[in-house]
């Protein structure tokens, strides 16, 4: 692992990226691709690391996936036609493809063992399997089952009425991927609405789903039919370059094509709570999502309060938003975020240290942050924390820094946004 230093003397942003798929959206299309009958054709996938992870789980259980950059054909056979894994399945970084695979193992006629690096290792599953055995899972795994790795035995299950105690569309959707195998019906109830691609993705698919006042009910019923997928631009990778161009002066910047589902926008409605000037353009619906251009220009901010049912909205933003915060005037509370201490790294700590290391005002909360703005980043040396996001805030944050930003890697950025620097590149002037 080699240390990166990144150095810009009063740049400039100028011009258009089109960011890459959504990652959230680029998992399911894979899965609910395997899963359903049919050639299932996606457009725009992400070649992201943890994707990647997906595509490589399923070739394992027997289905045919052919990719050709960011176009990929999925041969499903059917729920039935999925096979026992020769191996021990890795899912290296990505949290998604393990809880959404614990669902849809649970039910599957064979035993699956999986594993994955020294983040996922660290993350808590209990919040999956806790539901998944009340639905009749069985599951053995290190400390009961909380943590990786986990073996599944593949059982009967029946469906359940389950009130989700976290915010997490992950657990919403290895739930409702259980239902599909579940006997009766299988019911989610969320207190805050987390994003709903799964819901949107399984309809498109032809699955027995309903949305009422009782919460989301699935059933088994009924075979799924391959539904071809163009995954738009992911906000979270997005967000990177809408935070750039809100703060590095003489900025404007046109981030073509990206997703706008409601329950994935938090990061618009705090842009322009803090006075961004920001421009939505384009707006057109495609397989279900909406998606548009996003065009955002340099102009003085002030701070805010994010909390509450806007978090789920925007929670993989909140390190960058972090960063926006340093650089608006007052001060910016950060609350209900407890989440961000079981991604890929412990995010409320990982992104105060590094902020502080570079000279901003930000102290960590229980559950959040409080930051003081404007401050003049200095440089300093921070650590990626092997973390893709924490790394992208830290490349962001050279770029308003007087001194330059030392930082021990950049390669974790390859899990969600592989092209970041060549876009990045392609806007710098
Ligand atoms: O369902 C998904 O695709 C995701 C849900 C979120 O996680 P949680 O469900 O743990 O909040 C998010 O942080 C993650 O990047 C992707
Ligand atoms: C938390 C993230 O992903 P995952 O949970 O899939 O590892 C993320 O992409 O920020």
């Given at each position: 692992m080699?240390?990166?230093?990144?150095?810009?003397t009063?740049?400039r942003?100028?011009?258009?990226?089109?960011?890459?798929?959504?990652?959230?959206?680029?998992?399911?299309?894979?899965?609910?691709?395997?899963?359903?009958h049919?050639?299932?054709?996606?457009?725009?996938?992400?070649d992201?690391?943890?994707?990647?992870?997906?595509?490589?789980?399923?070739?394992?259980?027997g289905?045919?996936?052919?990719?050709?950059?960011?176009?990929?054909?999925?041969?499903?056979?059917?729920?039935?036609?999925?096979?026992?894994?020769?191996?021990?399945?890795?899912?290296?970084n990505?949290?998604?493809?393990?809880?959404?695979m614990?669902?849809?193992l649970?039910?599957?006629?064979?035993?699956?063992?999986?594993?994955?690096?020294?983040?996922?290792?660290?993350?808590?599953?209990?919040?999956?399997?806790?539901?998944?055995?009340?639905?009749g899972?069985?599951?053995?795994?290190?400390?009961?089952?909380?943590y990786?790795?986990?073996?599944v035995?593949?059982?009967?299950?029946?469906g359940?009425?389950?009130?989700?105690?976290?915010?997490?569309?992950?657990?919403?959707?290895?739930?409702?991927?259980?239902?599909l195998?579940?006997?009766?019906?299988?019911?989610?109830q969320?207190?805050?609405?987390?994003?709903?691609?799964?819901?949107?993705?399984?309809?498109?698919?032809?699955a027995?789903l309903?949305?009422?006042?009782e919460?989301?009910?699935?059933?088994?019923?009924?075979?799924?039919?391959?539904c071809?997928?163009e995954?738009?631009?992911d906000?979270?990778?997005?967000?990177?370059?809408?935070?750039?161009?809100?703060?590095?002066?003489?900025?404007?910047?046109?981030?073509?094509?990206?997703?706008l589902?409601?329950?994935?926008?938090?990061?618009?409605?705090?842009?322009?709570?803090m006075?961004?000037?920001?421009?939505?353009?384009?707006?057109?619906?495609?397989?279900?999502?909406k998606?548009?251009?996003?065009?955002?220009?340099?102009?003085a901010?002030?701070?805010?309060?994010?909390e509450?049912?806007?978090?789920?909205?925007l929670i993989?933003?909140?390190?960058?938003?972090?960063?926006?915060?340093?650089?608006?005037?007052?001060?910016?509370?950060?609350?209900?975020?407890?989440?961000?201490?079981?991604?890929?790294?412990?995010?409320?700590?990982?992104?105060?240290?590094?902020?502080?290391?570079?000279?901003?005002?930000?102290?960590?909360?229980?559950?959040?942050?409080?930051?003081?703005g404007?401050?003049?980043?200095?440089?300093?040396?921070?650590?990626?924390?092997?973390d893709?996001?924490?790394?992208?805030?830290?490349?962001?944050?050279?770029?308003?820094?007087?001194?330059?930003?030392?930082?021990?890697?950049?390669?974790?950025?390859?899990?969600?946004?592989?092209?970041?620097?060549?876009?990045?590149?392609?806007?710098?002037?």
């Amino acid at each position: 692992m080699s240390h990166v230093q990144f150095e810009c003397t009063s740049p400039r942003l100028e011009g258009e990226v089109i960011v890459p798929g959504d990652k959230s959206i680029s998992h399911r299309s894979i899965i609910f691709g395997s899963i359903s009958h049919g050639i299932t054709k996606v457009t725009n996938f992400l070649d992201g690391e943890d994707c990647l992870r997906t595509i490589d789980a399923f070739r394992e259980m027997g289905v045919q996936i052919e990719k050709e950059g960011n176009s990929v054909l999925v041969h499903g056979n059917g729920l039935e036609g999925l096979k026992k894994p020769a191996k021990t399945l890795d899912f290296g970084n990505s949290g998604t493809t393990t809880r959404l695979m614990l669902g849809l193992l649970s039910g599957l006629p064979f035993e699956t063992t999986i594993f994955g690096d020294s983040s996922l290792t660290k993350r808590p599953m209990d919040r999956v399997t806790a539901p998944l055995r009340e639905m009749g899972a069985v599951i053995e795994g290190e400390e009961g089952g909380k943590y990786l790795p986990i073996t599944v035995h593949g059982s009967a299950l029946k469906g359940i009425t389950y009130r989700l105690p976290v915010k997490s569309a992950q657990v919403k959707s290895a739930i409702l991927l259980a239902g599909l195998l579940a006997d009766g019906e299988t019911i989610v109830q969320e207190d805050t609405e987390t994003r709903n691609h799964t819901e949107v993705m399984l309809q498109a698919f032809g699955a027995d789903l309903k949305q009422n006042h009782e919460g989301i009910t699935i059933t088994n019923k009924g075979k799924l039919t391959a539904c071809d997928v163009e995954v738009p631009g992911d906000i979270s990778s997005a967000a990177f370059f809408l935070v750039a161009g809100a703060i590095v002066p003489g900025s404007t910047i046109t981030l073509k094509n990206v997703g706008l589902n409601e329950s994935r926008t938090g990061i618009l409605d705090v842009l322009e709570q803090m006075g961004a000037a920001i421009t939505i353009s384009n707006e057109r619906i495609t397989g279900g999502e909406k998606i548009g251009d996003l065009t955002i220009k340099h102009t003085a901010l002030k701070s805010t309060t994010i909390e509450g049912d806007v978090i789920p909205r925007l929670i993989d933003e909140i390190p960058i938003l972090a960063l926006l915060a340093t650089q608006a005037d007052g001060k910016t509370v950060i609350k209900d975020a407890e989440e961000l201490k079981v991604k890929e790294t412990d995010r409320i700590e990982a992104v105060c240290r590094n902020l502080q290391a570079l000279g901003a005002n930000i102290t960590p909360t229980e559950d959040g942050m409080i930051i003081e703005g404007p401050t003049k980043l200095t440089g300093g040396s921070i650590s990626s924390y092997m973390d893709h996001r924490i790394a992208m805030m830290g490349v962001i944050s050279a770029l308003i820094s007087e001194g330059a930003v030392e930082m021990d890697e950049k390669d974790s950025i390859n899990i969600s946004y592989p092209t970041f620097f060549d876009n990045l590149e392609e806007i710098l002037q």
